[in-house]
């Protein structure tokens, strides 16, 4: 199974202690679930080739960058977050947004056996 992944990263946070937390995350969540992960860049691919697509914030201040790529996005918003560089509250705030604007969305946030068994869920729902 084929997980795309769009990562939201604030500048107001060091890029590589991100990265590197990510990176420790994502191994975890793979083992459980099972899926292969890849980093996209551009929100233009993120749909394309793929059991799921997954916006990963990263960091708290972030919720620019969403709006910033919006238009390439769709529902349902899938936002993976952890517990590391305010994620899961920028998360809550792109949640926030999209149910005042009545846009689906789910912030997927738990411990990572949770998370890994939501994706294995989500990917089984969407076939």
Known sequence: MKVKIFPLTSSLHN????????????????????????????????YEDCDLSLILVRT????????????NLHEPY????????????????ILTYLNLNN???EVIHGSNEYVGNRIKELIEEKK
Request: with cysteine; aromatic share 12%.
């Open 60 to 71: 708290g201040g972030s919720e620019g960058i969403f709006l910033k790529n919006i238009e």
């Open 15 to 46: 890029y590589e202690a991100v990265k590197s937390e990510t990176e420790e995350f994502l191994s975890d969540i793979k083992k459980i679930s099972g899926c292969e992960f890849e980093i996209i860049q551009d929100a233009k691919e993120f």
């Open 103 to 105: 846009l689906k969305g």
């Open 78 to 93: 899938y936002l993976l977050t952890y517990g590391f560089s305010n994620s899961l509250a920028a998360s809550l705030e």
